[in-house]
């Protein structure tokens, strides 16, 4: 089978090499626009060219015309052109053909409203040394999951060889993504030094009235998705401040809509790249400035958290540590471990999913797990998300160097019309973080870790 898949991976990239002097379609890839009867598709081509994508119900032999549009960007003296169309006036529960230029693709709509989907969820995958590729690929043709969220850090990195390796990374994934919405958000690797021009331009995201597709969200079923950059705040000395308060002012308002709508839309996930929590011991990230500054905020810039705690926020999924971590609910350093946790939760509920695939080992940690960390796993590996309905989530991890084997699985169970709030956290109070320790050959985690005692 491996050896199969890298032979179909060959083939790929030398059609790719081959379409890489013309105006053939490639890196095709669909996602949502937040409008269920609408998809949208990007492609990319190397020589300015006018195309449209035909499409149709599959078998029907009707045809419409979504008009594409193109727009050339530069990057390490490369030029390309990126094109984009939506299909509109989709049937839901539908299976549909669409044609680009001589290529043909094909997808199948969700049903209206679908109380019950799955989601491939990862971070942190690689195009060199993707452990999981195969593996989601085959598990997404084969209909195992529903949609894509990637977590951040796409292809290691997007700008790598002038662009070259996420034109690669795009072109492996095309036959799954060209069937299956992709939703991405960006992670540290996304910063090409041109202000992630490489994310901008290659990837459409639902439109959040800001012309920047760093943070966006949507409506599916019993869920609001949220898609939150962390970036704006690690690289903020670069690009500045203002990304960081356009991104709060619209999240703000986003998810205070969103959790005054729970009789239509009763969970609330974000997925974002830069964790609040992790226990890793050998990596700083876990204590470090830009992480807490993700999470409670700096001088003028505010904070995540607890925009997430007065939301009401019901899940957060993060990549950037490259392990799985699930942790039981946890609000501003403390958490609750009772035996029925994820019944009713009285916080959110995060999980880091960045074990996908990429350039460097394992993640370490400690012998003894920290008491709000509720299951740790250094396999390969990524998550399926299962929606089931209003009232009922599951997740489960699965591992690559375990021959696809599930090593965690939990579910989170609300009544109807739960939502936790800081007064059930006060009426129930958690237990508060103990103090934390770093690996002892980790000198940045200790000095950032002292800060942070300090601060306590």
């Known amino acids: 089978m491996r050896t199969l898949f890298f032979c179909i991976l060959l083939c790929i990239l030398l059609i790719s090499k081959c379409s890489a002097v013309g105006t053939v379609p490639d890196q095709v890839h669909i996602s949502f626009t937040g409008d269920m009867t609408e998809m949208a598709v990007v492609w990319n081509t190397f020589a300015d060219a006018s195309q449209d994508v035909s499409y149709g119900k599959k078998g029907s032999g009707a045809s419409s015309t979504a008009k594409g ?18 299909m509109t006036g989709l049937d839901y529960s539908s299976e549909y053909e669409y044609t680009i230029a001589s290529r043909t693709f094909s997808f199948k709509t969700l049903s209206n409203n679908p109380q019950t989907y799955k989601v491939c969820v990862f971070g942190d995958l690689g195009y060199w040394h993707g452990n999981s590729t195969e593996s989601i690929i085959k598990h997404g043709l084969a209909g195992d999951f529903d949609f894509i969220v990637h977590l951040g850090d796409i292809a290691y990195d997007l700008h790598t060889n002038n662009g070259e390796v996420g034109d690669s990374y795009l072109n492996v994934f095309e036959p799954l993504i060209s069937k299956m919405p992709y939703m991405v958000i960006a992670g540290n690797h996304e910063d090409d030094y041109q202000n992630f021009t490489n994310y901008q331009k290659r990837f459409a995201v639902p439109d959040n009235g800001h012309n920047d597709n760093q943070f966006y969200s949507f409506d599916l079923g019993p869920v609001h998705w949220v898609g939150v950059s962390t970036e704006n705040y690690g690289y903020y000395y670069t690009y500045g401040m203002d990304p960081v308060m356009t991104q709060y002012d619209w999240l703000k308002r986003d998810l205070t809509a ?3 709508n729970r009789a239509a839309h009763p969970w609330i996930f974000t997925f974002q790249h830069r964790p609040f929590y992790c226990s890793n011991v050998n990596s700083a990230e876990c204590q470090s400035f830009e992480n807490r500054l993700v999470r409670t905020g700096w001088l003028d810039m505010p904070g995540l958290e607890p925009l997430f705690l007065q939301t009401s926020v019901d899940f957060g999924f993060w990549g950037h540590e490259h392990s799985y971590e699930r942790f039981y609910p946890v609000a501003d350093r403390t958490y609750w471990n009772d035996a029925n946790a994820y019944k009713n939760p009285k916080a959110p509920v995060y ?13 370490w940690f400690t012998d003894q797990p920290w008491p709000w960390s509720a299951a740790r796993n250094n396999d390969y590996g990524w998550s399926i998300v299962t929606v089931a309905n209003r009232t009922h989530v599951r997740v489960e991890q699965i591992s690559i160097d375990k021959n696809e084997q599930t090593v965690d699985d939990f579910w989170v169970i609300k009544d109807e019309g739960f939502t936790h709030s800081g007064e059930m956290r006060r009426a129930s109070p958690g237990i508060k973080f103990p103090p934390q320790k770093c690996h002892f050959k980790d000198v940045a985690c200790q000095r950032s870790l002292k800060e942070i005692n300090e601060e306590l």
């Open 258 to 260: 969103a959790n005054s």
């Open 351 to 363: 999980l880091i999913s960045g074990s996908a695939g990429c350039h460097t080992p394992d993640a």
């Open 69 to 86: 549009s193109s727009e050339a960007w530069v990057y390490g003296g490369i030029t390309r052109y990126r094109h984009k169309a939506t």
